[in-house]
């Protein structure tokens, strides 16, 4: 008797925008409960995000961490190397932007930058390239076992859905600013920057250091699923907080602090 064929798993349908926000407002509770966790155990996290131009990692960091606090949450988005930092050793720059006890730092593209654009564009040599893939995962395994907790997130955008994204930006005035110089020459080189990407993880997807993958041609989903595995990976419980009560305004001196704002430049009142 012949094999039936599996049937293809049936698209999600469009996560409508009241569920998506209402969903993620849960999770962002959770981060902030999460912030006074880290907080008090001093905890030191490292978040990489990578991925392809156009795969969503602005968007999913800014859901991160519109809701927290900057103290704790700070977000690293570091432009081309100085003449200067050209001659530093290639993490030294990244390394300088590490999290002290109680602090989380979010990598919007990192030290993977080797993996990726520089190998593709021809920005370093082959041997920087292989040098940089033979000792990221070593020293990333020093960075653990100083007690960093490191996560990694490749965002996976489709072929499609990138082109459709990238023909936003260009039609998009409020979005035009998003195009770097390196977009189209990657919409081009699409397959040089698969094989990139994967040998990338073959050479740094380790048990000390993996790599979760998120697949992201749905904006919402993408952001919902990365920030749900992300509460998963930092080890925290709820802090009991100190119940809030307001205090009364003092009359102690009390003046009429409105009147003697009059004659001073105010904003104009057009909406």
Not at 6 to 23: D, F, G, I, Q, V
Not at 133 to 138: N, S
Not at 217 to 226: G, I, S, V
């Amino acid at each position: 008797m012949a094999k039936q064929k599996e049937k293809a798993a049936a698209p999600k349908s469009k996560l409508k925008r009241k569920a998506y926000e209402k969903e993620l407002r849960r999770l962002q509770a959770e981060l902030c409960l999460m912030q006074d966790s880290v907080k008090r155990n001093g905890n030191r996290i490292v978040i990489v995000f990578e991925g392809r131009d156009g795969a969503g990692k602005g968007g999913t960091i800014r859901a991160i961490t519109e809701r927290v606090s900057p103290r704790v949450f700070r977000v690293v988005a570091l432009p081309a190397p100085s003449d200067r930092e050209k001659t530093q050793l290639y993490m030294q720059r990244y390394m300088a932007h590490f999290p002290a006890a109680g602090e989380v730092v979010i990598f919007d593209r990192s030290w993977y930058n080797r993996a990726g654009v520089e190998s593709v564009m021809g920005f370093c040599t082959k041997e920087e390239y292989d040098r940089f893939l033979e000792l990221c995962p070593l020293v990333e395994k020093t960075f653990i076992e100083n007690g960093i907790i490191m996560i990694k997130f490749w965002l996976e955008v489709g072929n499609d859905e990138q082109g459709r994204r990238f023909q936003a930006r260009v039609e998009d005035p409020l979005r035009q600013w998003k195009l770097s110089p390196m977009d189209l020459p990657s919409r081009e080189r699409w397959y040089d920057y698969s094989r990139a990407r994967d040998m990338m993880l073959k050479a740094t997807d380790t048990e000390e250091s993996p790599w979760y993958i998120v697949p992201s041609d749905d904006k919402r989903r993408a952001r919902l699923n990365c920030i749900s595995h992300l509460l998963t990976l930092i080890p925290w419980k709820s802090v009991r907080r100190e119940k809030i009560k307001l205090p009364k305004r003092s009359n102690k001196g009390a003046y009429d602090d409105q009147a003697s704002l009059k004659g001073r430049r105010f904003v104009p009142d057009k909406y």
